[in-house]
């Protein structure tokens, strides 16, 4: 199964272990319209940590969700769906040049080094980045996930009536939603607040450069609030999103009790942003493509300086948390941004407003890019 371009017209899936979100976007002119879309609560118990345990359930949960889409049902039968962050994996590798006939193998055996799954017992697929002459090396994105769960979501769409025609890891839906076509190359880091987990993507055009995932996330806050105040997980959540991370009177509780999953997710970005300046600097981009060595001891200072992280986006449920934003560029010395996944589909010239609210558009980032590869614009 794909896991890079697939030009069918399609439409996308992104299942979490508690929601389902689906859109379809298709082509007016030159222009893409947002044709159908919708989320639904998936009761707890059908899909735990990313692997499927009641497919019937979920097949009638997912039929529901596409018919009743909005503003019309999906009638496409094809999808593009995700695969959790944490089941999936992404390396950039470098191979020797090798015959055609012979990428494949090599490919499998390289990232063999790389990936804590067996290569044997997964679907993998790859895309050549970079073909240097010179070095007579080529740079390859490759992706890959067990076969095993590729096969038990292709069996429960197909409960559903549905055709899985691509398998997505979320980091490369989330990158194609949210990073404009025009963007410099200079590298982001985007940071998808879940309720789950928070997956951190690193991108440098033309690809993604590293991700990760920790289980700070909403459940956590939530917990945590209701410890507090005394009172269920479902109040919790509006409690914190009325309060927010706001310090005063009766927020302060909220804030509070917040705080410590909050600390450790700011020591965790610091930590991914030395990583990436410590690993991914021009000394070791001139390492590992063979630059001259004038280059290598050049200003490690300038050097470090020449590959910042640009911006850094959030999106995901739990960004809609009021103060979010604020808090984390504060702590991290960052401009944060919030994620605008109509930035590839509405132009910036465009006086059209999105049919999500920027609000609610946090939460349908994923399924957006999915749903853009529909129309073979990525």
Same mark, same amino acid.
């Given at each position: 199964?794909?896991i890079?371009?697939?030009?069918? !017209?399609?439409?996308?899936?992104?299942?979490?272990?508690r929601?389902?979100? /689906?859109?379809?976007? #298709? #082509?007016?002119?030159d222009?893409?319209?947002l044709a159908? &879309?919708n989320?639904?609560?998936?009761?707890?118990g059908?899909?735990? !940590?990313?692997?499927?345990?009641?497919?019937?359930?979920?097949?009638?949960i997912?039929?529901?969700?596409v018919?009743?889409?909005?503003?019309?049902?999906?009638?496409? =039968?094809?999808?593009? &769906?995700?695969?959790p962050?944490?089941?999936?994996f992404i390396r950039?590798?470098?191979l020797?040049?090798v =015959?055609k006939?012979?990428?494949? $193998?090599?490919i499998?055996e390289k990232?063999e080094?790389?990936f804590?799954?067996?290569? =044997?017992?997964? &679907?993998f697929?790859?895309?050549?980045?970079l073909?240097?002459t010179?070095?007579?090396?080529?740079?390859v994105?490759v992706?890959?996930?067990?076969q095993?769960i590729i096969?038990s979501?292709?069996? /429960?769409?197909?409960?559903?009536g549905?055709?899985p /025609?691509?398998?997505e890891?979320?980091?490369?839906?989330i990158?194609?939603?949210?990073?404009?076509?025009?963007?410099s190359?200079?590298?982001?880091?985007?940071i998808?607040?879940?309720? *789950?987990r928070?997956?951190?993507?690193i991108?440098?055009?033309?690809?993604?450069?590293?991700?990760?995932?920790i289980?700070?996330?909403? !459940?956590e806050f939530?917990?945590?609030?209701a410890k507090e105040?005394?009172?269920?997980?479902?109040?919790?959540?509006?409690?914190?999103?009325?309060?927010?991370?706001?310090?005063q009177?009766?927020?302060? $509780?909220?804030?509070?009790?917040m705080?410590?999953?909050?600390v450790?997710?700011?020591?965790?970005i610091?930590?991914?942003l030395?990583?990436y300046?410590?690993?991914?600097?021009p000394?070791?981009y001139?390492?590992?493509?063979?630059?001259?060595?004038?280059?290598?001891?050049s200003s490690?200072?300038?050097? =470090?300086?020449?590959?910042?992280?640009?911006?850094?986006?959030?999106c995901g449920g739990e960004?809609?948390?009021?103060?979010?934003d604020? &808090?984390?560029s504060?702590?991290?010395?960052?401009e944060?941004?919030?994620?605008?996944?109509?930035?590839?589909?509405?132009?910036? *010239?465009?006086?059209?407003i999105?049919p999500?609210?920027?609000? *609610?558009?946090?939460?349908?980032?994923? /399924?957006?890019?999915l749903?853009?590869?529909?129309?073979g614009?990525?």
């Amino acid at each position: 199964m794909s896991i890079f371009n697939n030009n069918l !017209n399609t439409f996308g899936l992104d299942l979490s272990d508690r929601t389902i979100k /689906v859109a379809q976007l #298709r #082509r007016n002119g030159d222009k893409l319209k947002l044709a159908g &879309y919708n989320r639904e609560e998936i009761p707890e118990g059908i899909i735990m !940590n990313g692997e499927i345990k009641k497919g019937d359930e979920l097949a009638k949960i997912i039929k529901k969700t596409v018919s009743e889409s909005k503003p019309r049902p999906i009638s496409a =039968k094809f999808v593009v &769906y995700s695969i959790p962050e944490t089941k999936g994996f992404i390396r950039v590798i470098r191979l020797p040049e090798v =015959k055609k006939e012979n990428m494949v $193998r090599e490919i499998a055996e390289k990232s063999e080094q790389f990936f804590p799954i067996s290569i =044997k017992d997964s &679907y993998f697929d790859w895309q050549v980045l970079l073909q240097e002459t010179k070095n007579k090396e080529v740079e390859v994105l490759v992706a890959a996930a067990p076969q095993e769960i590729i096969d038990s979501y292709s069996k /429960v769409f197909k409960k559903a009536g549905l055709e899985p /025609v691509a398998a997505e890891i979320e980091s490369i839906a989330i990158a194609r939603s949210l990073i404009n076509q025009r963007q410099s190359s200079r590298p982001v880091l985007i940071i998808d607040l879940g309720k *789950d987990r928070t997956s951190f993507i690193i991108f440098k055009k033309p690809v993604i450069q590293f991700t990760a995932s920790i289980p700070i996330c909403g !459940n956590e806050f939530n917990k945590a609030i209701a410890k507090e105040f005394s009172v269920s997980t479902d109040e919790a959540e509006k409690i914190k999103l009325e309060c927010g991370l706001n310090r005063q009177k009766r927020s302060s $509780r909220a804030y509070k009790a917040m705080l410590p999953s909050l600390v450790e997710l700011v020591k965790y970005i610091s930590k991914l942003l030395d990583y990436y300046q410590e690993h991914f600097s021009p000394e070791f981009y001139s390492e590992i493509q063979g630059e001259s060595l004038e280059l290598k001891k050049s200003s490690r200072l300038a050097e =470090k300086d020449s590959f910042p992280i640009s911006k850094v986006i959030v999106c995901g449920g739990e960004a809609k948390i009021p103060g979010m934003d604020f &808090y984390l560029s504060l702590q991290i010395k960052k401009e944060i941004e919030r994620g605008n996944p109509w930035v590839n589909i509405i132009s910036s *010239d465009s006086d059209e407003i999105p049919p999500i609210s920027r609000e *609610d558009s946090l939460v349908f980032v994923t /399924v957006l890019g999915l749903a853009m590869r529909e129309v073979g614009e990525h």
